[in-house]
């Protein structure tokens, strides 16, 4: 169904970073279509930023959208909730969808709740499930509950649109089809859209900016026991080896060692990577709440009865100062191997 033949009643919400889209975007695009063909409606992406192309726009189309909403200007280039939700408001008043789904990225979880008030909805966080019930037509939003023991599904009869945010890699991108069609709109920006309270004075490049946890498909992290900031160098050369990103265990965090960014767990980030290699990371309840996704736990601590081997597929009893440097000179001769093979 293309957005000239009908309403687009489920939305999701596009994120980019210096006007590239984020992979999370057609994540989320995956999981509308399926939302909007069982209602028998259109499915609209929004892009709120600056710069993204054309060709990046014609992408969502490809990958299941039927139209997109283009909220560009320089001015909203970087995400700052207050104008993001009012430009967001002012298109949700304006076409009134039934469904919006974000990610529960930092800017997702910043802007879904800001935007929830805003249009006095209701919102469920960090869904793993989305579904449309047989006979209402209500979105059924899953997510765990009471410490992840339940999961707990839940509508929302009365409230529109209905908002959920989902986990960044907890679905895979449909594949891109040159034949599929879609509209493109251009919004225009009103000045009042940047109106907010917040007054940005500049932005700092995280010192272990190799990248965000959350979106990762390795993640290497470290914890207490690798006992001075410096000895994180173990981690940052294993996640450089493996092409992963940073993360780290809230001790390490609060000693310093590492920006919040790298946090995993109840009050840091949930990652779900297709590798998640904890190393001197003893495995308590609120680490583990933000790796329980990961496809594969790898855990070094030679405490037998570390609560990460526990979960881990593989847990490696083993001083990670022996241990990682072994694996590291290991990973190198095999790479060496390999280019000699020219594998
Ligand atoms: C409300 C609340 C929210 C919280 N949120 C978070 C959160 O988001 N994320 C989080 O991580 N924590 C969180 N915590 C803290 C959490 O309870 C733990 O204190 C923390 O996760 C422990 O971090 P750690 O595993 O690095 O340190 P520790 O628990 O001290 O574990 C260090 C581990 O290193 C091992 N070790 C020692 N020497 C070596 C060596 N040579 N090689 C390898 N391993 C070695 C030890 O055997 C030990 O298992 C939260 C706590 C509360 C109360």
Same mark, same amino acid.
């Given at each position: 169904?293309?957005?000239?033949?009908?309403?687009?009643?489920?939305?999701?919400?596009?994120?980019?970073?210096?006007?590239?889209? !984020?992979?999370?975007?057609?994540?989320?695009?995956?999981?509308?279509?399926?939302? /909007? $063909? !069982?209602?028998?409606?259109?499915?609209?992406?929004?892009?709120?930023?600056?710069?993204?192309?054309?060709?990046?726009?014609?992408?969502?189309?490809?990958?299941?959208? $039927?139209?997109?909403?283009?909220?560009?200007?320089?001015?909203?280039?970087?995400?700052?909730?207050?104008?993001?939700?009012?430009?967001?408001?002012?298109?949700?008043?304006?076409?009134?969808?039934?469904?919006?789904?974000?990610?529960?990225?930092?800017?997702?979880?910043?802007?879904?709740?800001?935007?929830?008030?805003?249009?006095?909805?209701?919102?469920?966080?960090?869904?793993?499930?989305?579904?449309?019930?047989?006979?209402?037509?209500?979105?059924?939003?899953?997510?765990?509950?009471?410490?992840?023991?339940?999961?707990?599904?839940?509508?929302?009869? &009365?409230?529109?649109?209905?908002?959920?945010?989902?986990?960044?890699?907890?679905?895979?991108?449909?594949?891109? $089809?040159?034949?599929?069609?879609?509209?493109?709109?251009?919004?225009?920006?009103? &000045?009042?859209?940047?109106?907010?309270?917040?007054?940005?004075?500049?932005?700092?490049?995280? /010192?272990?900016?190799?990248?965000?946890?959350?979106?990762?498909?390795?993640?290497?992290?470290?914890?207490?026991?690798? !006992?001075?900031?410096?000895?994180?160098?173990?981690?940052?050369?294993?996640?450089?080896?493996?092409?992963?990103?940073?993360?780290?265990?809230?001790?390490?965090?609060?000693?310093?060692? %590492?920006?919040?960014?790298?946090?995993?767990?109840?009050?840091?980030?949930?990652?779900?990577?297709?590798?998640?290699?904890?190393?001197? %990371?003893?495995?308590?309840?609120?680490?583990?709440?933000?790796?329980?996704?990961?496809?594969? %736990?790898?855990?070094?601590?030679?405490?037998?009865?570390?609560?990460?081997?526990?979960?881990?597929?593989?847990?490696?009893?083993?001083?990670?100062?022996?241990?990682?440097?072994?694996?590291?000179?290991?990973? /190198?001769?095999?790479?060496?191997?390999?280019?000699?093979?020219?594998?």
């Amino acid at each position: 169904m293309s957005a000239e033949t009908c309403q687009c009643l489920v939305w999701t919400i596009a994120e980019q970073r210096d006007g590239a889209l !984020k992979d999370v975007s057609f994540e989320l695009l995956a999981r509308g279509r399926r939302l /909007a $063909d !069982k209602l028998g409606t259109g499915l609209a992406s929004v892009v709120i930023g600056d710069g993204v192309s054309r060709e990046a726009m014609t992408e969502l189309v490809e990958r299941g959208a $039927d139209a997109v909403y283009s909220v560009q200007d320089p001015r909203l280039a970087h995400f700052v909730c207050e104008p993001y939700s009012n430009a967001l408001s002012g298109l949700v008043s304006a076409y009134s969808p039934s469904v919006v789904l974000a990610a529960a990225t930092s800017s997702g979880r910043t802007l879904m709740p800001h935007l929830a008030v805003r249009v006095r909805a209701g919102l469920t966080a960090d869904c793993t499930e989305l579904d449309i019930e047989e006979g209402t037509g209500l979105l059924l939003q899953t997510r765990p509950a009471i410490g992840g023991n339940i999961m707990a599904t839940i509508k929302t009869p &009365d409230r529109r649109p209905q908002m959920a945010t989902v986990r960044p890699r907890s679905s895979r991108p449909l594949p891109r $089809d040159p034949a599929r069609r879609g509209i493109i709109v251009d919004v225009p920006v009103a &000045d009042s859209v940047m109106d907010g309270r917040v007054r940005v004075l500049g932005y700092r490049k995280d /010192a272990d900016g190799s990248g965000c946890v959350e979106e990762a498909g390795i993640v290497v992290a470290g914890g207490k026991g690798l !006992k001075k900031a410096e000895n994180l160098a173990l981690v940052r050369g294993l996640a450089e080896d493996l092409g992963g990103v940073v993360g780290a265990s809230r001790e390490a965090v609060d000693r310093g060692w %590492i920006g919040y960014p790298h946090q995993i767990g109840l009050s840091g980030k949930t990652v779900s990577p297709r590798l998640y290699v904890g190393i001197g %990371i003893s495995g308590a309840i609120q680490h583990l709440a933000g790796i329980k996704t990961s496809e594969v %736990i790898v855990s070094v601590n030679p405490d037998p009865d570390a609560n990460l081997h526990k979960l881990a597929d593989y847990a490696v009893v083993a001083d990670a100062f022996l241990f990682v440097p072994e694996l590291r000179r290991r990973l /190198a001769a095999r790479k060496m191997e390999a280019d000699n093979h020219g594998e």
